[in-house]
């Protein structure tokens, strides 16, 4: 079956630009978790969302971070006034529930270069 | 707070010998641990993971971990290694055992296999 899917998986942008990173998760699952991974770095959580709602969002660096999931599926991941710093891969990851036991599935990541 | 400790960046091991990755965790509470796998250019993959009673883990791939408390310890090994088995390897805390909550990973250790 179809795991989770990242669009795009390579984002060029400019310092200063406004970039929209989408997450498809696997169908029924309820859990969605976005992840940003510096090089040589292992992986940082930023948000984390229960069906439509953002239930942990203490990992997001700044205000010019924010996350959308409006029907509980595809979430989308905004970054306004992109930054050199933000240059990294950003990993969405989904799981049937928030139980310890579930595993979360990792989709391929969006590599975001910010020039 | 919780946060895992991997103690080395980098192993390298002949085929057909040994792998010993070796991580250290802190936790206010009773964790769940995990060990994930990535390969180049593709998604994280989860290895094997503890959550409950049986502190032998054993997970794909030939890999297991064992959950020693006294020494906060949660080591990866594999009896011999395969030449497939090259990648990097997190070890990875989630704080409680109820709910997974966001994924504290470790810097990783990329594990290299000479023929």
């Known amino acids: 079956g179809a795991g989770v899917s990242q669009t795009p998986s390579n984002k060029v942008t400019e310092k200063g630009k406004y970039v929209e990173l989408r997450c498809d998760p696997i169908?029924?699952?309820?859990?969605l978790y976005w992840y940003r991974q510096s090089l040589g770095q292992g992986p940082e959580f930023l948000i984390y969302?229960?069906?439509?709602?953002?239930?942990?969002d203490s990992g997001l660096p700044n205000d010019r971070f924010f996350a959308v999931r409006p029907e509980g599926s595809v979430s989308t991941l905004k970054i306004q006034r992109t930054e050199r710093g933000d240059s990294a891969v950003y990993l969405c990851?989904?799981?049937?529930?928030?139980?310890?036991?579930?595993?979360?599935?990792f989709g391929p990541g969006t590599r975001l270069t910010v020039l | 707070a919780q946060s895992v400790t991997q103690l080395d960046s980098h192993v390298s091991v002949s085929e057909g010998t040994p792998v010993l990755l070796r991580c250290n965790y802190s936790?206010?509470?009773?964790?769940?641990l995990f060990w994930y796998v990535q390969h180049p250019n593709k998604g994280l993959q989860l290895l094997l993971k503890?959550?409950?009673?049986?502190?032998l883990v054993k997970g794909i791939n030939g890999f297991e971990a064992e959950f020693k408390k006294s020494e906060t310890s949660f080591h990866l090994t594999k009896p011999s290694a395969h030449m497939s088995d090259a990648a990097e390897y997190f070890c990875?805390?989630?704080?409680?055992?109820?709910?997974?909550?966001?994924?504290?990973f470790g810097k990783g250790t990329k594990l290299s296999v000479k023929p």
């Open positions: 936790s206010s509470y009773s964790p769940s």
């Open positions: 990851a989904s799981s049937p529930g928030l139980a310890a036991y579930n595993e979360q599935f």
């Open positions: 969302f229960q069906g439509t709602g953002a239930a942990d």
């Open positions: 990875v805390v989630s704080p409680s055992r109820g709910s997974q909550g966001n994924l504290i």
């Open positions: 503890y959550t409950s009673a049986a502190t």
């Open positions: 169908s029924g699952h309820t859990a």
